[in-house]
């Protein structure tokens, strides 16, 4: 069965960084684009940064020049870190992935089970 298990969030003054990281376990064929999402209370599931297999990022415009997300393919993890972090960005933060788990077969989507950060002085 395929995992993925985020790792990292906690509470954090203004100002400070925290590094996420979602390590897929499991049978994988392929992994294509990883990313994190977040979610804050009242608030709709929004991207917060993806990258492909490739390396090529997108980033949420709240966090640009913030946040760097990046990959490890031999160990299946992406990470997000998390610099100059505002109360604003306080929320659930849940990974999300594509895998392939047979070869020829299309890539199906799978969540983490999220990760709280909190921003407070």
């Known amino acids: 069965q395929v995992q993925l298990v985020e790792s990292g969030g906690g509470l954090v003054q203004p100002g400070g960084s925290l590094r996420l990281s979602c390590a897929a376990s499991g049978s994988i064929f392929s992994i294509y684009a990883m990313g994190w999402y977040r979610q804050a209370p009242g608030k709709q599931r929004e991207l917060v940064a993806a990258i492909t297999s490739g390396g090529s990022t997108n980033y949420a415009d709240s966090v640009k020049g913030r946040f760097t997300i990046s990959r490890d393919n031999a160990k299946n993890t992406v990470y997000l870190q998390m610099n100059s972090l505002k109360p604003e960005d306080t929320a659930v933060y849940y990974c999300?992935?594509?895998?392939?788990?047979?070869?020829?077969?299309?890539?199906?989507?799978?969540w983490g089970q999220g990760t709280q950060v909190t921003v407070s002085s």
């Open positions: 999300n992935a594509d895998f392939a788990l047979v070869a020829d077969t299309p890539p199906r989507n799978y």
